[in-house]
């Protein structure tokens, strides 16, 4: 079939492409114009070119099953690319600026004086109970006095238009390899479109993560040795932990690769002999990093990496403890955290916020589980959460049963009708939800991604756009307008 | 570089040879037994031996039926040595260090370990097999163009190189060994047209019959032959030529002190071979290609020494123990 955008159906929802029926968004004219030129088959062609590309090229994600074990999946991507106009996008990466600075002095407070407390604007209670505070990095002065120098924000987008912050990943947030890859993939199926459509190019991104990890280095002279450190292969998000290194030209090491000698310096394995390492990207979670720190059992990590970090020999990102800020309680204070540091108003809004801690609010939200979203505070990847509307009520009973056993780790959110872009779904092209995932850079300087990665619930109606929960994604075009 | 890196790149290179040479001994053996009268043709069952996996093979299957044979060394997941195995090897090494690799390297493993698993039955077919296999072969030789031309001559590409190397010597050794040792014995003449048959089927499973024409010209006769594929200079799978580069290798490689010590033996004991008694003696070889199979064994140990295991043992990968010696 041929495209026949007077037939795309775009009511009550916002659509990232079309206005309504027939009328596409003034940044998406070049895009829908091509793709309504495109005959009956060429389309889908173009779809299986790039499902192909992508088997070929190898870019996969492992998805854990209890009967299959761990299976590497081809990565989902639907060709059909989500469109921003530039001007939107500069207000929203001004806003994750402000946002991630904020939650970084948050952190950084959080970790010595605790003024946010003293001064009444964060309850005691909440850090008391965090799962992600870590006692042993209270006194430390990681450099620049930031914690967290890789972070992805969810972004979504409501009927109206707004778009909201949905969660902030400050621990080991993932996806970027694959907004890269998928940039590569799109580029060669529609290179007609990059040749004249004003897309602002994303390629920036290794080059700009390896200059903020190498600003961290405790050692003013040289090259510093940067290295991105593995849980191995069968991680879900190994390849990317393999991409990057690769990109930034830095070794993968996993935890047996490093050692930490006597006097608190980190040394990897190599044919040479021991050689000395600077800056550690890690992609293990904290709990796993050292078992001389933290878990005792974890097979992972690096004995004493922990003792080296405060000695100041060697820095790690994200800083041990920074997921004190990811936890979907303290996400609530975002707004007051802004304001509290920076005595600036919020650029971006946070999604409206039930704590189920707050009686009243819990109240609330157990009288309306059906039209709520409910999220554990510290879990991430989709999991443990009810989207109400298409629950069961075995489900709904189930989760009121475990707000009120432990009301510190629910929150609630209205539902949000995210927005949509048109996605191709067997021989049709129809409004699927999506999301979106910037990565933004703190060291020396910040950067934000050049949009991020867009997720997209594949399913009919589906919100849920995490791609172990069988989501798909979307190339994502920051276009520059007049080009369009 | 990384000690657990040159590891892999050490194993990457042996699995990829080792999934070539199955390919192409099964492939002359199909050619072999097409000349060969029934009654003295050797059959199936020397591929089981040059490959070392009698045991895992008996405790299978009862026959050396063709079918069975094959399906054990192109599919079989239970033999390591199999081409699906060492594939799926060479992808796995190859997985865990993609930012070391050139992508289209690691883009040609993934390519072809997926064909070779998705078209197993063309290969376990007569007809289809020749193909099945000629893919795998040219993807191998393929893969080592690659890497000379897209790889930055470092400490890996020299790791891959010496693992690839190190493969195809142990399989010239295995490959003259068994054949050697099935051949029709000396006294019933009568077959020596028989005989030139499989010498040549032993040079063509290496690839070396044609350079073997050319650079010998003489008729394919077993000390000939022998002399060509153990001691010949520039041949690349002579044990001798494979011997030298294995040393040039470690030239460039940082403290290669011992292992260079480890070839310089070998190379003593390749040069040390009396063809002329070898040709008279079927026991004569068979010592002679163990002593050789000792020192591999001994220039293995000491990469293993001196580069993978830094100051203390590291947790080894499971694949270099489990199939090391396949």
Not at chain 1, 85 to 106: D, M, S, T, Y
Not at chain 1, 393 to 418: C, H
Not at chain 2, 200 to 224: C, D, F, P
């Amino acid at each position: 079939m041929t495209i026949r955008w007077r037939d795309y159906k775009v009511e009550g929802i916002y659509d990232e492409v079309m206005k309504g029926a027939g009328r596409p968004r003034d940044h998406a004219r070049l895009l829908t114009r091509y793709l309504a030129s495109l005959d009956e088959d060429e389309l889908f062609s173009i779809q299986a070119a790039a499902e192909l590309s992508i088997k070929e090229m190898g870019i996969t994600f492992t998805v854990y099953s209890q009967a299959e074990g761990s299976i590497d999946r081809s990565w989902p991507l639907d060709v059909i690319p989500r469109v921003l106009a530039a001007e939107e996008w500069r207000r929203i990466e001004a806003g994750l600026k402000q946002r991630v600075f904020a939650l970084n002095r948050f952190i950084n407070d959080v970790y010595h004086d605790q003024k946010i407390i003293k001064d009444g604007k964060f309850p005691k209670e909440v850090l008391a109970k965090s799962v992600n505070f870590r006692k042993e990095c209270v006194g430390v002065d990681p450099p620049q006095g930031v914690w967290a120098h890789i972070c992805g924000s969810d972004l979504v987008r409501d009927s109206d238009g707004t778009v909201y912050v949905l969660e902030d990943n400050l621990r080991v947030p993932s996806g970027v390899s694959y907004m890269l890859e998928n940039r590569q993939v799109v580029k060669r199926v529609f290179p007609e479109l990059f040749e004249n459509g004003g897309i602002l190019p994303i390629d920036d991104y290794p080059s700009q993560l390896f200059d903020c990890l190498a600003a961290l280095s405790p050692r003013r002279s040289g090259v510093p040795e940067v290295v991105v450190l593995t849980p191995g292969i069968y991680n879900s998000a190994y390849f990317e932990h393999s991409y990057l290194a690769q990109q930034m030209g830095c070794e993968l090491v996993e935890g047996s690769d490093l050692k930490v000698s006597d006097d608190n310096v980190v040394y990897m394995r190599t044919i040479e002999g021991l050689s000395r390492v600077d800056v550690i990207y890690r992609r293990i979670d904290d709990l796993f990093l050292d078992p001389e720190a933290f878990r005792k059992d974890s097979m992972l990590g690096v004995p004493g990496l922990v003792r080296a970090w405060k000695a100041g020999n060697v820095a790690l990102a994200n800083a041990p403890g920074a997921g004190v800020a990811d936890d979907k309680v303290v996400y609530a204070y975002v707004p007051d955290i802004i304001r509290y540091y920076l005595d600036e108003d919020p650029i971006l809004p946070n999604v409206p916020t039930y704590l189920c801690i707050d009686e009243k609010s819990r109240k609330h939200v157990l009288k309306n589980l059906a039209k709520m979203v409910v999220k554990p505070a510290n879990e991430s990847g989709g999991y443990g959460m009810l989207v109400g509307p298409v629950s069961t009520k075995k489900e709904r009973d189930a989760m009121a049963r475990r707000i009120k056993k432990d009301p510190r780790n629910f929150i609630a959110q209205p539902v949000i009708t995210l927005s949509t872009v048109p996605s191709i779904v067997g021989k049709h092209v129809e409004p699927r939800h999506v999301d979106l995932r910037p990565f933004i850079l703190s060291s020396d300087q910040m950067h934000v991604t050049m949009g991020g990665l867009t997720r997209v619930a594949m399913r009919k109606g589906s919100l849920v756009v995490n791609s172990s929960q069988g989501g798909g994604s979307k190339d994502t075009w920051i276009v520059e307008e007049g080009s369009a | 570089m990384l000690s657990r890196v040159a590891e892999n790149l050490y194993w990457l290179g042996r699995y990829m040879e080792r999934a070539e040479n199955t390919g192409r001994i099964v492939n002359v053996n199909g050619n072999l037994l097409l000349d060969l009268p029934k009654g003295i043709a050797p059959g199936w069952q020397p591929l089981i031996e040059i490959t070392g996996s009698g045991e895992t093979y008996r405790q299978a299957y009862n026959d050396f039926e063709e079918r069975n044979v094959v399906r054990f060394l192109l599919g079989d997941n239970q033999n390591p040595g199999s081409i699906i195995s060492s594939l799926s090897m060479a992808r796995e090494n190859a997985r865990t260090i993609r930012d070391v690799i050139p992508r289209e390297s690691w883009e040609l493993i993934n390519e072809l370990y997926l064909y070779a698993r998705d078209n197993v039955q063309t290969g376990l077919s007569k007809r289809g097999r020749y193909e099945y296999l000629k893919r795998i072969m040219r993807a191998s030789q393929t893969f080592v163009g690659l890497s000379s031309g897209a790889m930055s001559a470092d400490a890996g590409y020299e790791f891959l190189c010496i693992g690839r190397i190190l493969e195809r010597a142990d399989m010239t050794t295995r490959i003259i060994d068994v054949r050697s040792a099935s051949l029709i014995p000396k006294e019933t003449s009568g077959l020596l047209p028989f005989e030139n048959i499989q010498w040549i089927s032993v040079l063509k499973s290496l690839t070396a019959y044609q350079m073997y024409r050319q650079h010998v010209q003489a008729r394919v006769r077993r000390a000939e032959a022998l002399r060509f594929l153990l001691l010949d200079d520039d041949f690349p799978r002579s044990v001798y030529r494979c011997v030298a580069l294995v040393d040039e290798s470690f030239k460039e490689l940082p403290r290669s002190d011992a292992p260079r010590r480890a070839v310089a033996r070998m190379e003593k004991a390749v040069k040390s071979g009396d063809i002329a008694k070898m040709a008279e003696s079927n026991s004569a070889l068979h010592d002679f290609i163990d002593s050789l199979q000792v020192e591999l064994g001994q220039i293995h140990n000491e990469i293993v020494r001196t580069y993978f295991y830094i100051e203390e043992p590291a947790p080894a990968s499971t694949q270099s123990q489990s199939v090391a010696t396949a």
